[in-house]
């Protein structure tokens, strides 16, 4: 099995994807999430993993639209992963010496407190990926003089960690995804699943974004995650990026996305997978597989079918 990820060796997607297989000969690494998933898509690997939702960043942008845009992707499994931040450099430095930091925009996000009560003068230099800042300050880049990585990558790219602790929430958690093509076979349902979609509005309609949650609320399906991302093509127009609790195979989460496909003019299913948390899904009263049965069989009865 091949896999492609956001690389390089030593980011947290890699630790994500640690979790699912340890066969490192089959890990690709790409240079950016489009890239990681592109590979998939040209079949160059089967799977790609990336970063999807941090718990105090948000939803990951590049993620969500190349999931989107192109042929379709079956996601198949998330993962989650405990963030933590150190500063490191290429040896012992004060850190009034610190002017410049390169990481991954995400990253840098999530230490911003940090930065500003300990380095307030300190300037962003974007990086592909937190280990990609910690690899290329070990291949000698001179553009920046620390970089904000993992713990496990200082370590890898033999940096010295100046700065311990230094994420601003120190119970971040980053969620993972792993995407397969779309003929990819489904996962089997656990009781507790999540299903991804992404539902464009009707232009215009008042009302429509209630219509479309309603969906959701009246068939008892709870959201995990609801991101709004613009169509692209003009002003105003958007489409959501949402999580669902439940798998395709539960008959509430089949007669929501009946419902979607009646009223929304793109709906788009890109899969369904066991939650990493694994907590059973609470069902509402009447929301259960035999309600949804046996109210079909009971319209049937006043057919005489
Ligand atoms: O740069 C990395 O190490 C990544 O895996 C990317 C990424 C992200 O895109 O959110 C993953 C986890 C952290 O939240 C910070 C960066």
Redesign the pocket.
């Known amino acids: 099995m091949r896999f492609s ?2 690389g390089p060796r ?7 994807l640690m979790q699912i297989s340890s066969d490192e000969g089959g890990h690709i690494p790409a240079i950016d ?1 489009p890239a990681a998933l592109r590979m998939v898509r040209n079949e160059e690997t089967d799977f790609a993993v ?2 999807i939702e ?1 718990s ?2 948000g939803g ?1 942008n ?2 969500i639209d190349s999931l989107s845009n192109g042929s379709g992707l079956r996601i198949v499994a998330e993962m989650l ?1 405990p ?1 933590t ?1 150190v500063l490191a450099s290429r040896g012992p430095m004060d850190l009034s010496e610190v002017k410049r930091i390169s ?5 840098w996000a ?1 230490c911003q407190n940090w930065i500003a009560s300990n380095l307030d003068d300190a300037i962003h230099v974007p ?7 910690a690899k290329a300050m070990a291949d000698g880049a001179m553009n920046f003089d620390a970089v904000l ?2 713990p496990l ?1 200082a370590e890898q790219y033999g940096l010295t960690v100046i700065a311990e602790g230094v994420a601003d929430n120190p119970d ?1 958690v ?1 969620r ?1 995804i792993c995407a397969g093509r779309e003929g990819t076979a489904l996962p089997e349902r656990t009781g507790s699943d999540k299903t991804t979609l992404q539902v464009q509005l009707p232009s215009d309609e008042a009302g429509a974004l209630l219509a479309m949650l309603e969906q959701f609320a009246t068939r008892g399906v709870n959201l995990s995650r609801i991101e709004s991302r613009p169509v692209g093509d003009s002003l105003g127009r958007y489409q959501f990026s949402i999580d669902c609790e439940g798998h395709v195979e539960d008959e509430r989460v089949q007669a929501v996305l009946i419902g979607l496909h009646r009223t929304s003019p793109h709906v788009k299913f890109l899969g369904s997978y066991p939650s990493a948390k694994q907590v059973p899904v609470k069902l509402r009263p009447g929301t259960a597989d035999q309600d949804f049965v046996a109210a079909r069989d009971w319209v049937s009865n006043l057919l005489g079918k």
């Open positions: 990820y956001l030593g980011t947290f997607t890699h630790m994500a999430v990336v970063p941090n105090v960043e990951v590049a993620t992963v963030i931040f990481t991954h925009p995400h990253a999530q990086g592909t990926s937190t280990a990609g800042s990585c993992n990558s971040a980053t993972f």
